[in-house]
């Protein structure tokens, strides 16, 4: 019976063209990586696909810092933060973070999570009770949606971006508490929040503003600081949740806030109370990871990643232009996330399909995890590939692009 029912919805999807599939990589995360998929032997290819955007995820230094962490704290912390297993790595790292945060959070205290998505939904049902009220944009991520779902709090999605509506829900709001929930950079799109305005509507509106820089944490901003720091923001009222999996090269997530915030999360937020504490290894390797971000290093890094960027987008603005029949076109986003979107599901997987016969690996991303009739190529850039990676991938759509006209 669940069996039939499950293939049943399978086999729907399959007709819609939305059916997924894994491939497994054979080599350390990098732009050129051994990769088998469906049986077939690996074969090497260029990936442009991991959220690795400052190249960090191999790097030396923080494979040493990660066996260095094991044999100091062994492999496992043997429980949850609030039994035994929150170790002197963990409070560590929780101390660089909240640092580095104070100039934007005044008095920031950091906690460190097992991954982002848990933050997310330990952050949201901690805040979100029923004397509050959750203003989301439509575009946040699944993680946002679901912890917003899983609060007691009543959720309002706002039109993308669109403050215009936003500004009057929160006029309408008679909860005392308000909560405004944003990614900051876009994770399927690249753009990024007006978070200058969106603090300014909390503030009018004594609300809060929870900001989920995944994508911004270790790319924008003096010394990766982040999407608060490119902003120049400062304000009691930002609520930060960073990953460290992405450009930090490592994984895990933290929330800085202010230390009531963060002890009422250690006081009542599930996601952080009944879940394991992270490997005390890995928080070692991150504190070597923020030290190589706010390095020298670093800004070498984000300058690099910043070329490979325009390349790419002066690269795919002539191809568009030279096929306006396919209807392909960039999104407005100046990020390392550069969605080339193709609109039919069945579009971006031709796309995805005849770029892989190149050797080329971007992931096409298809709904529901974007609007229907948005299906994209969703094409991720790190500081670790090179000049001719990018014209290797222009190229290889510039090919694509002729056999599909
Ligand atoms: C990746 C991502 C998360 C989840 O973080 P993980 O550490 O991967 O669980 C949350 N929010 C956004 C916007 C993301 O892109």
Redesign the pocket.
């Known amino acids: 019976m669940l069996i039939d029912h499950l293939n049943r919805q399978r086999l729907e999807r399959q007709a819609q063209g939305l059916t997924r599939q894994r491939r497994i990589a054979e080599s350390p995360c990098a732009p050129r990586q051994e990769v088998s998929c469906g049986g077939q032997p690996a074969r090497e290819m260029l990936v442009f696909g991991s959220?690795d955007y400052l190249g960090l995820a191999n790097h030396p230094a923080l494979v040493e810092a990660l066996a260095e962490g094991a044999r100091q704290f062994g492999t496992g912390s043997g429980a949850s933060h609030l039994i035994s297993g929150h170790s002197r790595a963990h409070a560590a790292l929780e101390e660089d973070l909240a640092a580095w945060l104070a100039p934007c959070i005044p008095d920031a205290q950091a906690l460190y999570f097992c991954?982002?998505?848990?933050a997310?939904m330990a952050l949201l049902t901690a805040l979100g009770d029923a004397s509050a009220t959750i203003f989301a944009d439509k575009l946040n991520?699944a993680?946002?949606v679901d912890g917003a779902l899983l609060a007691k709090a009543p959720m309002q999605r706002y039109a993308h971006k669109n403050l215009t509506v936003l500004e009057r829900q929160l006029e309408r709001c008679m909860t005392p508490i308000k909560l405004i929930v944003t990614?900051a950079v876009f994770?399927m799109d690249g753009d990024m929040a007006d978070l200058p305005a969106l603090l300014a509507l909390a503030e009018r509106f004594d609300a809060w503003l929870i900001v989920?820089d995944?994508?911004g944490f270790g790319v924008l901003g003096a010394q990766g600081q982040g999407a608060l720091g490119h902003f120049g923001l400062r304000s009691e009222r930002l609520i930060y949740m960073g990953?460290l999996?992405?450009a930090a090269g490592v994984?895990?997530?933290f929330v800085a806030a202010h230390p009531s915030i963060i002890d009422w999360l250690v006081q009542s937020a599930r996601a952080y109370i009944y879940t394991t504490a992270a490997p005390p290894a890995v928080a070692h390797a991150l504190r070597e990871s923020l030290r190589l971000i706010q390095s020298v290093e670093g800004d070498q890094r984000r300058v690099q990643l910043q070329q490979r960027i325009t390349e790419l987008r002066t690269g795919l603005a002539t191809l568009i232009a030279a096929h306006p029949a396919l209807e392909w076109r960039l999104a407005d986003s100046r990020t390392a996330i550069q969605p080339l979107i193709v609109n039919r599901n069945e579009a971006a997987l031709a796309l995805m399909a005849a770029l892989d016969a190149q050797g080329l690996w971007v992931p096409a991303i298809r709904p529901p995890t974007v609007p229907v009739g948005t299906a994209r190529l969703r094409i991720t850039l790190s500081a670790s590939h090179t000049a001719e990676d990018v014209e290797l991938l222009v190229q290889g759509l510039a090919l694509a692009a002729r056999q599909m006209s």
């Open positions: 959220n991954t982002g998505f848990l997310n991520h993680s946002l990614d994770s989920d995944a994508h990953t999996g992405k994984g895990g997530a």
